[in-house]
C-alpha cells in the first residue's frame, strides 16, 4: 500500500511527544511490512524539509498552526495515483481531507480537545475552541476512525460518528527493566509534559496533603513545559513548604526516566484527559502501579484497584489514594504486579498490524460492521 500521514508533528520535533512516537513505531512497521509511506508534518527550527527516517519519508512544510493548510496546498490534486490512502491525524485540529484528499480517508484521533481548551487556551479562543471541536469533527461521521482509547471511541459515537470506529492496541516497545531497589520513603513521580491540561499543580496539592499526613516523602517531576507554568508550580511548592521533597528533574534520557520510575513507588496522574496516557505502561512495566483521575483515557490506562487506583478529579482524593497505597503493603504489592502483567502484553507490532488492516480496509472500500455503541 502506498500510504500519507499527516500529523503536526514528527519524532525528531523538539515537542513532540506520545503521539507522535506511536505514529512513527506504526509507520516503520509498515514500511518493513512493505507499504510506502510518506508523513507530512510541520518544519521547526533547524530541521530539513525532507528526510528518511526509518523508511519513513518526512517532508516539512509550514509550522503548527498552518501545517494543515500547507497540506491542503501541497497535496490537493495531486493524491490521487500516489497514494492509496491518506491518514488525517488530528491533534487539535484536523486536517479535513475527506473534502479535499480525493482518495479514502482514515481518521487517526487518540483523544477529543473538550475540556483541554479552558486550561490551554485563553478567552475567547478557548471558548472558541470548544464550541467548534464537535462541529468540524462532523466532516468525519462517515470516516474510518482508529483511536487508542474506549473513551475516545465513546466521545466519537456521542458526535454521531457512524463509520468504524477501531481501539488500536496500545504500543509498548520492549524495555530494559532497571534492577534497582525502591526508594526507602514513599516516593511519588509525574512523567509527562508540564501544561494547565495535565495538572501537574493538583499532583503537587495531593503531596503537601500526603506530608501532612504521612510526613517523609518525596515527590520527581520529569519533564519539561512552558516557563509560565514551571514558574507556577515553584511557587505552589515554595507556598506548601515542600520545596525540600520535590525534583523538578527537567527531561530525562530514556534510561534515567525509566531508572526513576522503577524506584519510584507510585506514578501521579491528574490530567483533564488524555488519549492513554504512555508513561502509565512504561511505569506499570517498572513494576510501579499508577494513581489517576477518573477521565478519559486515564480510565483506560489503569484498571481500578487492579493496576492502580482511580480516583475523583481532586488533590483531596488522590491524597486518599496515596496514603491508601503507602500503607497497605499487601495492596500495594498487587497493583504492582499486576501493573507488570498488564504492561508485559502491549506492543506495537500488534498496533501496528491492527492500523495495517484499518488502512487496507479503507483502500479497498471495505467496510467492518458498526460495533454497537
Not at 152 to 178: C, H, K, N
Not at 191 to 203: E, L, N, T
Not at 342 to 360: G, K, T
Request: hydrophobic share 45%.
Amino acid at each position: 500500500m502506498r500510504v500519507l500521514f499527516l500529523s503536526w508533528r514528527d519524532p525528531r520535533n523538539p515537542k513532540a511527544g506520545g503521539a507522535e512516537l506511536f505514529t512513527h513505531e506504526m509507520a516503520r512497521r509498515m514500511v518493513a511490512a512493505g507499504d510506502t509511506v510518506e508523513w507530512f508534518v510541520a518544519g521547526f527550527p533547524g530541521a530539513a524539509a525532507e528526510e528518511l527516517i526509518d523508511g519513513v519519508r518526512i517532508v516539512r512544510r509550514g509550522k503548527q498552526w498552518s501545517v494543515h493548510t500547507a497540506a491542503a496546498r501541497h497535496y490537493r490534486g495531486r493524491l490521487q495515483g500516489r497514494f492509496d490512502v491518506v491518514v488525517d491525524e488530528v491533534n487539535t485540529i484536523p486536517f479535513f481531507t475527506p473534502l479535499w484528499a480525493g482518495i479514502p480517508s482514515v481518521l487517526l484521533i487518540y483523544q477529543l480537545a473538550r475540556e483541554v481548551w479552558w486550561y490551554e487556551s485563553s478567552l475567547p479562543l478557548s471558548a472558541v475552541g470548544y464550541a467548534a471541536e464537535p462541529l468540524y469533527l462532523r466532516v468525519y461521521r462517515r470516516t474510518p476512525s482508529a483511536t487508542i482509547s474506549q473513551s475516545t471511541a465513546d466521545d466519537l459515537r456521542r458526535l454521531g460518528f457512524s463509520a468504524p470506529i477501531t481501539v488500536l492496541p496500545i504500543g509498548l516497545e520492549p524495555m530494559t527493566i532497571p534492577n534497582v531497589p525502591k526508594e526507602e520513603q514513599p516516593t511519588f513521580i509525574y512523567v509527562g509534559r508540564m501544561a494547565p491540561s495535565k495538572r501537574v499543580h493538583d499532583i503537587v496539592e495531593a503531596f503537601a496533603l500526603f506530608k501532612q499526613r504521612i510526613g517523609s516523602a518525596r515527590l520527581w517531576l520529569v519533564g519539561d513545559g512552558p516557563e509560565r507554568y514551571l514558574a507556577r508550580l515553584r511557587a505552589l511548592i515554595d507556598q506548601h513548604g515542600v520545596r525540600d521533597s520535590v525534583d523538578m528533574l527537567g527531561r530525562l534520557s530514556t534510561d534515567a526516566k525509566h531508572e526513576r520510575m522503577a524506584r519510584a513507588h507510585v506514578l501521579l496522574m491528574a490530567s483533564v484527559r488524555e488519549g492513554w496516557g504512555l508513561s502509565i505502561a512504561e511505569a506499570g512495566a517498572c513494576g510501579t502501579p499508577a494513581i489517576v483521575y477518573d477521565v478519559p483515557g486515564l480510565r483506560d490506562a489503569v484498571r481500578d484497584r487492579r493496576t492502580g487506583l482511580v480516583v475523583r478529579p481532586s488533590p483531596r482524593y488522590m491524597a486518599d489514594a496515596m496514603v491508601e497505597m503507602s500503607s497497605d503493603s499487601d495492596l500495594y504489592a498487587r497493583l504492582a504486579a499486576e501493573a507488570a502483567r498488564w504492561s508485559a502484553e502491549f506492543s506495537f507490532d500488534a498496533a501496528a498490524l491492527e492500523m495495517r488492516s484499518v488502512i487496507a480496509d479503507a483502500a479497498a472500500g471495505a467496510a467492518k460492521p458498526v460495533p454497537a455503541p
